[in-house]
């Protein structure tokens, strides 16, 4: 009797895949009693040695099986036991909703030999993973246990993984089970006391049913304030500076000033002065050269968020859950990636292939495979788990849905751009001295456009024409005049802003900062607002005063208040979550509960645990002793909590004046 597989995906969706790559097809699918989600899906495979020929059930969990919570007499909330959550018991159990899912796990184990884990190859997948594996041992103590290396649902890829399984990954399921429970205890400790707190204050916050608080939920939040705060006390300065312009050839000629501006007017007066009087400028420096636009990196997880926020107008969360979806379907690589460069015995002429039959960029893969393929940049990231984010199989964009196409044709051709060469042109660059100061012209030939043909969503565009100069003649310059401006105030920060924010400060994980970014918003810390609200860019420029040829005070506006076009979002504090953030910074912790460095300190002692330098024990341990000292030092100074909220007529943060 041929020996029997149990095999266990993370999603229902990811089982139907894998049972039918595996099965060739021939597939006996029945439902389990309590879900109507999860499928037992039966078959036979040749897994190799040493289990050959193998009956096989492949099923699936739909995410965490299990929960930590606290024993039954920490449930009610109280501020007098707030404290004692640090070192309370923590019980682990199925969720009531999993338990149906657990069992059917646990009964079909008992007719195992083995178990194979098909869950996400990531530090979350990996603890689900060891869920899985409790239950399955439950039923069958002996079982060996296994899981499946894998990053898409396509054929080859799937078989390939199915006969080369590894062990789970301890040290990853120890660093999340780690998190789990640090996330439950600060969690509880520090909402509870500030949802008790501050309810008590009444007025609106009565009727706030719980004011929470997250390790990274906390410093996502503390970004947006500090950025409100930014735009709010900005005070513009105002500047001037020198432009020359000279016709020639039928070409006007924009010379800018090597120093750019100056905040002082009688200097800039005096340097124009100076300009006028010399009434010659000399040319010092001609220079034409090659340049190139780089093609992009390969795709991560993050860029796909903020990217996604910025062209495709939706926010990362949404994005992250087309992503997926595209994934279980089989269209596209695994989405949760930190990698950002592609491994050389990747085939990736055979990915491109598969996009020469598509009716808009099908002409541009053909051409990448007749000879116009370049091996892709590689960046300096590899998470050693899952390759860049890259289509994997071809669907007609005809056949998706609005979103899922958008989301799909920016991954392809981002991929397609990868492949592609760089942007060519040539810059000519044109360096005059007039009156002592140094101005200089730009001008930028676009030649080949390349990755750009495919990959509308970087700019490059030829630039001002220059007419023919040589070094060391002179010309009297048609006009010079002074152009004055202020320094603009920042834009409130946009979602691609705060995704940056937190992936540079170690805020959550690239699976994770879409979740923490749409906490803040369910819990009405902050609101979003499209386009406008503050200034963008760093200066706003007027027209000219004054000097050779001036025509007075006309001329355009750069830069302005208007804000971002389009429909980017901007994150803008309540009211709440204004006084939360300035509440804890005004208690005068060491390091404030809104700054990102105790979490990202966090991050960076999982990674130990995973890299076998830390223990779990001693992760949790030193945590929660950092915290500890947070919280007795913010309950000794509640009154500044209470305090930065409770001003009476308090300006409200949320209206946009």
């Given at each position: 009797m041929?020996?029997?597989?149990?095999?266990?995906?993370?999603?229902?969706?990811?089982?139907?895949?894998?049972?039918?790559?595996?099965?060739g097809?021939?597939?006996?699918?029945?439902?389990?009693?309590?879900?109507?989600?999860?499928?037992?899906?039966?078959?036979?495979?040749s897994?190799?040695?040493?289990?050959?020929?193998?009956?096989?059930?492949?099923?699936?969990?739909?995410?965490?099986?299990?929960?930590?919570?606290?024993?039954?007499q920490?449930?009610?909330?109280?501020i007098?036991?707030?404290?004692?959550?640090?070192?309370?018991?923590?019980i682990?159990?199925?969720?009531?909703?999993?338990?149906?899912?657990?069992?059917?796990?646990?009964?079909?184990a008992?007719?195992?030999?083995?178990?194979?884990?098909?869950?996400?190859?990531?530090?979350?997948?990996?603890?689900?993973?060891?869920?899985?594996?409790?239950?399955?041992?439950q039923?069958?103590?002996?079982?060996?246990v296994?899981?499946?290396?894998?990053?898409?649902?396509?054929?080859?890829?799937?078989?390939?993984?199915?006969?080369?399984?590894?062990?789970?990954?301890?040290?990853?399921?120890?660093?999340?089970?780690?998190?789990?429970?640090?996330d439950l205890?600060?969690?509880?400790?520090?909402?509870?006391?500030q949802?008790l707190?501050?309810?008590?204050?009444?007025?609106?916050?009565?009727?706030?049913?719980?004011?929470?608080y997250g390790s990274?939920?906390f410093p996502?939040?503390?970004?947006?304030?500090?950025?409100?705060?930014?735009?709010?006390?900005?005070?513009?300065?105002?500047?001037?500076?020198?432009?020359?312009?000279h016709?020639?050839?039928?070409?006007?000629?924009?010379?800018?000033?090597?120093?750019?501006?100056?905040?002082?007017?009688?200097?800039v007066?005096?340097?124009?002065?100076?300009?006028?009087?010399?009434r010659?400028?000399?040319?010092?420096k001609?220079?034409?050269?090659?340049?190139?636009?780089?093609?992009?990196?390969?795709?991560?997880?993050?860029?796909?968020?903020?990217?996604?926020?910025?062209f495709?107008?939706?926010?990362?969360?949404?994005?992250?859950?087309?992503?997926?979806?595209?994934?279980?379907?089989?269209?596209?690589?695994?989405?949760?990636?930190?990698?950002?460069?592609?491994?050389?015995?990747?085939?990736?002429?055979?990915?491109?292939?598969?996009?020469?039959?598509?009716?808009?960029?099908?002409?541009?893969?053909?051409?990448l495979?007749?000879?116009g393929?370049?091996?892709?940049?590689?960046?300096?990231?590899?998470?050693?788990a899952?390759?860049?984010?890259?289509?994997?199989?071809y669907?007609?964009?005809a056949?998706?849905?609005?979103?899922?196409?958008?989301?799909?044709?920016?991954v392809?051709?981002?991929?397609?751009?990868?492949?592609?060469?760089?942007?060519k042109?040539?810059?000519t660059?044109?360096?005059?001295e007039?009156?002592g100061?140094?101005?200089?012209?730009?001008?930028l030939?676009?030649?080949?456009?390349n990755y750009?043909?495919?990959?509308?969503?970087?700019k490059?565009?030829?630039s001002?024409?220059l007419?023919?100069?040589?070094?060391?003649e002179?010309?009297?310059?048609t006009?010079?005049?002074?152009?004055?401006?202020?320094?603009?105030?920042?834009?409130?920060?946009?979602e691609?802003?705060?995704?940056?924010?937190?992936?540079?400060?170690g805020?959550?994980?690239?699976?994770?900062?879409?979740?923490?970014?749409?906490?803040?918003?369910?819990?009405?810390?902050?609101?979003?607002?499209?386009?406008?609200g503050?200034?963008?860019?760093?200066?706003?420029?007027?027209?000219?005063?004054?000097?050779?040829?001036?025509?007075?005070?006309?001329?355009?506006?750069?830069?302005?208040t208007?804000?971002?076009?389009?429909?980017?979002?901007?994150?803008i504090?309540?009211?709440?979550?204004?006084?939360?953030?300035?509440g804890?910074?005004?208690?005068?912790?060491?390091?404030?509960?809104?700054?990102?460095?105790?979490?990202?300190?966090?991050?960076?002692?999982?990674?130990?645990?995973?890299?076998?330098?830390?223990?779990?024990n001693?992760?949790?341990?030193e945590?929660?002793?950092?915290?500890?000292?947070?919280?007795?030092?913010t309950?000794?100074?509640v009154?500044?909590?209470?305090?930065?909220?409770?001003?009476?007529?308090?300006?409200?943060?949320?209206?946009?004046?």
């Amino acid at each position: 009797m041929a020996p029997r597989i149990l095999c266990v995906a993370e999603k229902p969706s990811i089982a139907k895949a894998v049972a039918n790559h595996l099965a060739g097809g021939r597939v006996n699918t029945h439902a389990i009693p309590g879900n109507p989600y999860v499928k037992n899906y039966e078959f036979d495979f040749s897994f190799g040695q040493p289990w050959g020929n193998c009956s096989v059930t492949m099923t699936s969990v739909i995410g965490h099986l299990t929960s930590v919570e606290f024993t039954s007499q920490y449930k009610k909330w109280q501020i007098s036991t707030c404290q004692q959550l640090f070192e309370a018991q923590v019980i682990t159990s199925v969720d009531k909703e999993k338990e149906a899912i657990a069992k059917n796990i646990t009964v079909q184990a008992q007719y195992a030999k083995a178990l194979f884990v098909w869950t996400d190859c990531d530090r979350e997948g990996e603890h689900i993973g060891s869920e899985v594996r409790q239950a399955a041992l439950q039923g069958n103590p002996r079982l060996d246990v296994k899981r499946a290396v894998f990053s898409n649902t396509e054929r080859a890829h799937i078989l390939r993984a199915a006969q080369n399984p590894v062990p789970l990954d301890e040290r990853q399921v120890n660093a999340v089970a780690a998190r789990i429970e640090l996330d439950l205890r600060l969690g509880a400790v520090f909402t509870r006391f500030q949802t008790l707190t501050l309810q008590a204050l009444g007025g609106d916050l009565a009727d706030q049913r719980i004011i929470s608080y997250g390790s990274c939920q906390f410093p996502t939040l503390g970004f947006v304030v500090d950025r409100y705060f930014r735009v709010k006390n900005f005070v513009p300065e105002q500047f001037w500076s020198i432009k020359v312009m000279h016709h020639r050839e039928d070409m006007d000629v924009t010379f800018l000033w090597r120093r750019h501006r100056l905040f002082d007017r009688v200097t800039v007066i005096v340097l124009l002065e100076r300009c006028l009087a010399a009434r010659l400028a000399k040319v010092i420096k001609l220079q034409k050269k090659p340049t190139s636009k780089w093609r992009p990196l390969p795709l991560t997880t993050v860029e796909l968020q903020k990217l996604g926020s910025r062209f495709l107008r939706m926010d990362s969360q949404r994005v992250m859950k087309i992503a997926e979806d595209l994934y279980t379907k089989g269209w596209i690589s695994y989405p949760r990636t930190e990698t950002d460069q592609f491994d050389r015995g990747m085939d990736l002429r055979t990915l491109v292939e598969k996009q020469t039959q598509d009716n808009v960029w099908g002409a541009h893969a053909q051409g990448l495979l007749n000879g116009g393929f370049r091996q892709p940049r590689g960046g300096r990231n590899n998470d050693q788990a899952h390759p860049p984010i890259h289509p994997v199989n071809y669907v007609s964009p005809a056949t998706l849905g609005d979103e899922d196409r958008r989301v799909y044709e920016f991954v392809v051709r981002r991929f397609l751009a990868c492949c592609s060469d760089d942007a060519k042109g040539e810059l000519t660059t044109v360096e005059i001295e007039y009156g002592g100061e140094t101005f200089f012209a730009n001008g930028l030939l676009v030649l080949q456009k390349n990755y750009l043909l495919v990959y509308p969503y970087d700019k490059w565009e030829s630039s001002q024409k220059l007419p023919q100069f040589t070094v060391n003649e002179t010309f009297e310059p048609t006009e010079a005049n002074i152009t004055d401006g202020e320094t603009s105030a920042p834009g409130y920060l946009t979602e691609p802003e705060l995704i940056s924010l937190m992936d540079a400060n170690g805020i959550g994980t690239d699976a994770t900062m879409a979740e923490h970014i749409a906490k803040i918003k369910q819990r009405e810390y902050v609101m979003t607002q499209g386009g406008g609200g503050g200034g963008r860019g760093e200066a706003t420029a007027r027209g000219g005063r004054g000097g050779r040829g001036a025509r007075g005070g006309r001329g355009g506006r750069g830069g302005g208040t208007a804000g971002s076009s389009g429909s980017v979002q901007h994150f803008i504090p309540t009211t709440l979550g204004v006084a939360l953030i300035e509440g804890y910074d005004s208690i005068g912790l060491d390091t404030s509960l809104g700054k990102p460095f105790l979490r990202k300190e966090m991050e960076l002692k999982m990674k130990e645990i995973c890299a076998g330098t830390k223990t779990r024990n001693d992760f949790v341990h030193e945590t929660l002793e950092q915290y500890r000292h947070a919280f007795i030092r913010t309950q000794q100074q509640v009154e500044l909590l209470r305090a930065v909220y409770y001003i009476p007529n308090c300006e409200q943060v949320t209206t946009f004046g």
